[in-house]
């Protein structure tokens, strides 16, 4: 991929190249897993030189593990998919893409947005995007015999295109981070990713957002917003990551690439998007009274509310103080920013912007984990917070099927009951909380901030790397101090504003 980084008028002159950090010898976790390939990296081993450079060798363990996540689905590609109604559940591998291929029309060859379904929706309940990617899959799904094997080869359709997502999901978080490559492998070993990538369709979103935050720490805010723009045509969460940027830039000045980011990100969403709208409106405004007239559902704190209480909760009331908790706690993440004592890294925001959602948000879907892996992975590449996180969302995963499949196991019951369920949706908000936690006293104590300890500002920040501040509150507008002198290890000046 070219690099054409611009210079900030306000940046330093490029340094130059420093040596790639190797994180078993940063981190003791990623040290002691070492040990089953032969250890630490030596000082004087020669690191990038032959064909297995970090970027292919993380495109290959993301690829293995999430082959390891199509084996683990293959009880219900053989037979619980399709023969009994909590098989599925109890063997927790469902996924809604060979379901929909029959219930939302694809089978029929109906035209997404544009015909009306025979079922529970009247039409395709999913942004453009994502409907564009399903009709492909159904265009290279063979049309004849029993619907059992379309069904098989729908799935499998659509799981060789979320394999390509995956490889380039992990391309670009190894690429984004340039002395740090080696970050890539918490995304591609998560374990969380491997169990949902071919639950939904979530991967394309999530392969589009990762692919714009390269382009961001390359400079290039076009880019970058046509990327977020076709992001948020596929699902909706990306378009939240202009919001910390906005105050980044605020805090920067850097106005002119912000708004090169959001003409770009309107452009695309508009290409993709308005021709359907036009054209369908019917159709294409489904996802968004959908989304706004679903009730209370899997994962949310709201659904534990309401199983406590016993008490179903107006889907209205919910909708209004969802958007008000997200507000408030947007509103907090600004206040960070604007007030650290150096200017937070993108990542660590948008990160703490699409965990905000997350955790407001009426329902949680298992694979919503992928929105936040690549994320995590640039924001706090640590393995012993990542691993923590990870086995929270890996008890989720298992305890939203194990619930299902008590639900519907009749008369006799097996699974998990609803207080099983509560206290798994409570270790996933916990998991996210905590996370959210360390990143927060990251942007607060820069110095324990395992990215910038070797000095530096921003790798992901793009024209923000380095950049003077000219507007800021509170202490950061104070003079630069440098970190505290207990702290062991380099010290790391704060980011000065312009008119110091």
């Not at 007030?339 to 919503?368: E, G």
């Not at 994320?375 to 996180?389: S, T």
């Not at 530096?456 to 003079?479: Q, T």
Request: aromatic share 12%; hydrophobic share 50%.
């Amino acid at each position: 991929m070219c690099d054409m980084t611009s210079v900030h008028e306000d940046r330093p002159a490029e340094k130059p190249t420093e040596p790639v950090v190797r994180p078993t010898r940063q981190d003791d976790v990623a040290a002691a897993g070492s040990e089953l390939f032969g250890g630490p990296i030596g000082r004087w081993a020669r690191t990038g030189a032959g064909p297995l450079t970090p970027v292919r060798i993380i495109a290959l363990v993301a690829i293995g593990m999430f082959a390891l996540g199509m084996v683990q689905k293959m009880p219900c590609y053989d037979w619980a998919w399709f023969q009994g109604a909590t098989s599925q559940y109890s063997h927790a591998c469902y996924s809604d893409i060979p379901h929909l291929y029959v219930g939302r029309g694809f089978a029929d060859d109906l035209v997404p947005y544009f015909d009306r379904i025979n079922g529970d929706m009247s039409y395709l309940e999913y942004p453009v995007l994502t409907g564009v990617f399903m009709e492909v899959a159904s265009w290279l799904t063979p049309h004849g015999g029993a619907m059992q094997h379309r069904e098989q080869i729908y799935w499998m359709v659509n799981a060789g295109m979320l394999l390509i997502c995956t490889a380039v999901i992990a391309v670009c978080v190894t690429r984004t981070h340039r002395r740090r490559p080696w970050d890539g492998l918490l995304v591609a070993l998560a374990p969380a990713f491997a169990l949902t990538a071919t639950i939904n369709w979530d991967l394309l979103a999530v392969a589009l957002t990762a692919a714009a935050m390269l382009m961001w720490s390359r400079s290039r805010p076009i880019a970058f917003g046509i990327l977020i723009g076709l992001a948020t045509a596929a699902k909706l969460y990306p378009v939240l990551i202009l919001g910390p940027l906005l105050v980044l830039c605020w805090r920067a000045g850097a106005w002119r690439e912000y708004g090169k980011a959001v003409y770009g990100a309107a452009a695309a969403w508009l290409v993709v998007n308005l021709p359907v709208m036009l054209l369908a409106p019917e159709g294409w405004k489904k996802f968004y009274t959908f989304s706004q007239e679903r009730s209370v559902d899997f994962g949310s704190f709201w659904l534990i509310i309401t199983q406590r209480t016993g008490k179903p909760l107006d889907v209205g009331n919910v909708n209004m103080w969802a958007m008000l908790l997200m507000i408030v706690m947007c509103g907090g993440i600004a206040a960070v920013t604007l007030t650290a004592p150096r200017r937070p890294r993108f990542s660590q925001l948008a990160f703490l912007v699409i965990a905000a959602f997350i955790l407001t948000n009426k329902v949680y879907s298992p694979q919503y984990v992928l929105w936040l892996v690549p994320l995590a992975a640039l924001a706090r590449p640590r393995w012993r917070d990542f691993l923590l996180w990870q086995a929270c969302e890996v008890m989720y995963f298992l305890g939203i099927w194990m619930y299902l499949a008590y639900t519907m196991g009749g008369d006799k019951p097996k699974g998990l009951p609803p207080e099983g369920y509560q206290f798994a949706i409570a270790l996933h908000l916990i998991g996210t909380l905590y996370l959210c936690a360390v990143i927060v006293r990251d942007i607060l104590l820069p110095e324990r901030d395992v990215v910038r300890k070797d000095g530096s500002d921003d790798p992901s920040g793009g024209v923000l790397d380095g950049a003077k501040d000219v507007f800021v509150l509170g202490a950061a507008a104070h003079p630069a101090r440098h970190a505290a002198q207990h702290f062991e290890g380099q010290q790391v000046e704060w980011g000065s504003t312009a008119r110091d």
